[in-house]
């Protein structure tokens, strides 16, 4: 009996060692319970992911300190608490115990409501439909972030557009000088009521830019006047100037 009650207490006391030297990981749950994932802070998520945090410092994100309702910050803020991805040991199972706001644009709704009502819009990216995510657009993690007034890319404003619309990109001989404030002069590139998510729609948006004062009297734009042409269509679809981003063969913008 004695060597029964010394051979328990070791178990125990072996036992309590274990469990002392595990690190601080939040307890497993127990079976049949899905296990809840707590904070582990940017530290471990670097661990792993040492570039995306290095650049996410620098980050327009990173300057604008946003808590959870509880302590998460920085990556947490975002993807949510992160203890069961880090602890996760497939790559399956990491997918699974994240949030991944490039999929699931609701991460990115918590602060930027205003873009969910615009993608609710008649003309929108596909972004509620899920076959783009606001990823394919913005880099929350860095460099993307550091051009003030470009958020979309460090390298212009048109260039992430110009990766799916690359027939607009040019080079053109003749290129139409609103490309150069940028696509978002004449698109809504989040949703419009508008057809080809325009700000504007018909000859209106033209002439936000194409206006001239004698415009009432004697209806001339440029060096030619268009009385009788305007109300025969807006401009780029009335088949006139068709090429309005740009073009190799007419300096009106004709094809």
């Known amino acids: 009996k004695v060597c029964n009650f010394i051979f328990c207490a070791a178990?125990?006391?072996a036992l309590s060692n274990a469990s002392a030297a595990e690190p601080d990981r939040p307890a497993k749950a127990e079976s049949g319970q899905p296990a809840k994932a707590e904070f582990v802070g940017m530290d471990t998520c670097a661990l792993?992911?040492?570039k995306i945090a290095k650049n996410f410092k620098r980050s327009e994100h990173a300057r604008i300190v946003v808590a959870s309702k509880q302590k998460g910050q920085a990556c947490e803020t975002c993807h949510g608490p992160g203890s069961l991805h880090a602890d996760a040991e497939t790559k399956a199972e990491k997918h699974e115990t994240i949030i991944n706001p490039g999929k699931k644009p609701e991460a990115c709704y918590q602060c930027h409501l205003d873009k969910k009502g615009e993608f609710s819009l008649q003309y929108h990216h596909p972004v509620p439909?899920?076959?783009?995510?606001?990823?394919?657009?913005h880099d929350p993690h860095g460099e993307d972030g550091v051009r003030p007034g470009t958020r979309a890319s460090l390298y212009g404003k048109n260039a992430v557009c110009f990766k799916c619309h690359k027939d607009q990109a040019g080079p053109f001989i003749y290129e139409h000088e609103a490309l150069?404030?940028?696509c978002d002069t004449c698109h809504s590139v989040h949703g419009s009521i508008n057809d080809k998510m325009l700000v504007q729609r018909d000859t209106n948006l033209c002439l936000k830019c194409h206006f001239q004062a004698n415009l009432t009297s004697g209806g001339f734009i440029g060096d030619s006047g268009h009385t009788t042409r305007i109300p025969s269509g807006p401009c780029f679809s009335g088949g006139c100037h068709t090429?309005?981003?740009?073009?190799?063969?007419?300096d009106h913008h004709r094809l």
Request: charged share 20%; proline share 0%; aromatic share 4%.
């Open 129 to 137: 439909e899920g076959k783009m995510g606001c990823t394919d657009c």
């Open 243 to 250: 090429a309005v981003h740009g073009t190799n063969y007419n």
């Open 180 to 182: 150069s404030e940028g």
């Open 11 to 13: 178990i125990i006391i």
């Open 48 to 50: 792993c992911h040492e």
